[in-house]
């Protein structure tokens, strides 16, 4: 569960480089691709361009190098030619990669065109659960703290966060101790320490955060049809608080 400062160094290239598959997506116009072409893009970029491996692919028996999510979709969306991203969707492109023996994992909500004002709001309220989550994070807190902030933030804008899927150790393993729940009580739970590593990925929904998974056994939907937005970081505590080793060029103001 605790990493020595040499392993950090090597996750520390795992995350820059995720980091630098969706400052490569950031540029790219979603709006007509099929969610298959993007699975394809990103495999690419991983394994030619950054000689890295997609660290989804084949675990768990998934086929695919990442999860797309499409508006009232929450998570585990597999990738299709028959699925056209189209002009006011949101999408939310979970990917991970292996380099040297350790994973990264990081997630972003894409706001693809024109997009309705309730649905760029919502996905303002998931990245900014997020945020909330990793600010409380640094030696001594809990976990029950990360929490409560990440479901405080939402409830105060009126959504709701899953409580079924949660984010969770990482390393060598892609899933990894302990479970990084987007709830919880301030001061309860794990105890953090100096060189843990984990996720913090809350998915907050516009509606109830009931959810249903459908028949190919990966989609994971909200019960109600309303829409879902995700985010998603790797983050390690340090001696003084927090290194969110997934950091994209564009989000060194909010670290």
């Given at each position: 569960?605790?990493?020595?400062?040499?392993?950090?160094?090597?996750?520390?290239?795992?995350?820059?480089?995720?980091?630098?598959?969706?400052?490569?997506?950031?540029?790219?116009?979603?709006?007509?691709?099929?969610?298959?072409?993007?699975?394809?893009?990103?495999?690419?970029f991983i394994t030619e361009d950054l000689a890295a491996r997609p660290a989804s692919?084949?675990?768990?028996?998934?086929?695919?190098?990442?999860?797309?999510?499409?508006?009232?979709?929450?998570?585990?969306?597999?990738?299709?030619?028959?699925?056209?991203?189209?002009?006011?969707?949101?999408?939310?492109?979970?990917?991970?990669?292996?380099?040297?023996?350790?994973?990264?994992?990081?997630?972003?909500?894409?706001?693809?065109g024109n997009a309705p004002p309730p649905a760029k709001r919502l996905v303002q309220i998931a990245e900014g659960a997020m945020w909330a989550g990793i600010r409380k994070v640094r030696p001594g807190a809990?976990?029950?703290?990360?929490?409560?902030?990440?479901?405080?933030?939402?409830?105060?804008?009126?959504?709701?966060?899953?409580?079924?899927?949660?984010?969770?150790?990482?390393?060598?393993?892609?899933h990894e101790d302990p479970q990084v729940l987007n709830f919880g009580r301030p001061g309860r739970g794990l105890q953090l320490r100096e060189g843990m590593t984990f996720t913090?990925?809350?998915?907050?929904?516009?509606g109830s955060r009931q959810t249903v998974t459908r028949d190919d056994g990966w989609t994971v939907a909200t019960r109600d049809g309303k829409l879902s937005a995700q985010f998603e970081h790797t983050v390690a505590v340090t001696e003084s608080g927090v290194e969110v080793l997934t950091l994209r060029e564009g989000e060194r103001n909010r670290a």
């Open positions: 569960m605790v990493k020595t400062a040499d392993e950090i160094t090597l996750m520390r290239i795992s995350g820059r480089l995720l980091g630098s598959v969706f400052e490569m997506l950031d540029t790219i116009d979603l709006c007509g691709m099929s969610t298959m072409q993007i699975n394809d893009l990103v495999e690419r692919k084949g675990q768990y028996g998934f086929a695919y190098v990442l999860n797309c999510s499409i508006n009232d979709v929450v998570c585990h969306g597999v990738p299709s030619e028959d699925e056209i991203v189209s002009d006011g969707d949101i999408i939310n492109l979970d990917i991970t990669l292996e380099k040297n023996g350790f994973i990264a994992d990081s997630s972003k909500t894409y706001v693809v809990h976990l029950g703290d990360v929490g409560y902030a990440i479901e405080k933030h939402a409830r105060k804008h009126g959504c709701s966060v899953v409580r079924e899927y949660c984010g969770h150790g990482i390393g060598r393993e892609m913090i990925e809350p998915m907050v929904n516009l």
